[in-house]
Nanobody, 116 residues
Framework: QVRLVESGGGLAQPGGSLNLTCKAS????????MAWYRQAPGKQRELVARIVSGGNTMYGDFVKGRFTISMDSAKDIMTLQMNNLKTEDTAVYYCNAGPTFSALTWGQGIEVTVSA
């Protein structure tokens, strides 16, 4: 069973930066898929960024070069560097990870607030 621990959220000013980290504990399973989703109040959960082992990445259209996802496969740690934050980036951010696309686990979520 995969267990995810998220960290790094909090408050940032518009134009500022935050770095989110997700650490997966998976026992003998290898984590091959890691992603960040977010859900703002009153909105559906949406993909922020995804990375798979081998390094292929995918980003939500709204990212527009502001965020960078990376993964340390040896340590099962994923990071999301978020720069040039906007107020509309305010949301609960969820880590989603697992050995395959059909076996993914959700983290509990971490709050990100962008406000002056």
């Amino acid at each position: 069973q995969v267990r995810l621990v998220e960290s790094g959220g909090g408050l940032a000013q518009p134009g500022g930066s935050l770095n989110l980290t997700c650490k997966a504990s998976s026992g003998p399973l290898r984590i091959n898929v890691m992603a960040w989703y977010r859900q703002a109040p009153g909105k559906q959960r949406e993909l922020v960024a995804r990375i798979v082992s081998g390094g292929n990445t995918m980003y939500g259209d709204f990212v527009k070069g502001r965020f960078t996802i990376s993964m340390d496969s040896a340590k099962d740690i994923m990071t999301l560097q978020m720069n040039n934050l906007k107020t509309e980036d305010t949301a609960v951010y969820y880590c989603n990870a697992g050995p395959t696309f059909s076996a993914l686990t959700w983290g509990q979520g971490i709050e990100v607030t962008v406000s002056a």
